[in-house]
């Protein structure tokens, strides 16, 4: 492995982690839209206006260009060094990267939405989606840094990021049941 290579890998990680933060956010700004539905007016559109103008400063800046460089460098870096496809935490990342990239397409598709106001989500079902970003990411990052380890117990892991994931869910739906905010 040469230095390029290093530089590549720090690119692509730098790129995820403003990719993610994106993710994070824009997920949170739909949230903030869908519950301008219950105020009155004119509050409701002042701010349905300006989550509109976030949301797509946020996607178009921020998120679709960390997601394209990300995946750049990072297919860049299997070009470089092809062996990584044979192994299985590989194999696992790239699993978890195509539900990512599914889970990309649903943000930029409630996006689009949500520009027309079209309410599909409650904020409810929306903070629950905004979990799903979160598991993928603690799935990646453990099989990355785990490597062979992960591999030997990839299948308990698994088990462990779904039940990870249903406990967090749960527990949006019990605290968002409570406040009725």
């Not at 007016?41 to 178009?60: D, H």
């Amino acid at each position: 492995m040469g230095y390029n290579y290093l530089i590549y890998k720090a690119i692509h990680v730098i790129l995820v982690v403003s990719y993610f933060a994106g993710l994070f956010y824009i997920v949170r700004l739909m949230i903030y839209h869908t519950d301008t539905q219950k105020m009155d007016e004119p509050k409701r559109s002042i701010l349905a206006e300006q989550y509109k103008f976030m949301e797509g400063r946020l996607w178009n800046v921020i998120t679709v260009p960390a997601f394209t460089v990300m995946v750049i460098m990072g297919t860049w870096m299997l070009v470089k060094n092809p062996s990584l496809l044979n192994a299985g935490w590989m194999q696992f990342k790239l699993g978890m990267l195509a539900i990512l990239f599914g889970y990309h397409y649903w943000c930029w598709k409630t996006l689009r939405e949500l520009k027309k106001d079209i309410f599909k989500y409650t904020s409810v079902r929306l903070r629950m989606m905004n979990e799903v970003a979160t598991v993928l990411l603690f799935a990646i990052v453990f099989a990355v840094i785990q490597k062979g380890g992960f591999v030997q117990h990839w299948p308990w892991a698994v088990v462990s990021f779904v039940m990870i994931g249903a406990i967090i869910m749960m527990m949006v739906k019990i605290i968002n049941r409570n406040n009725k905010n």
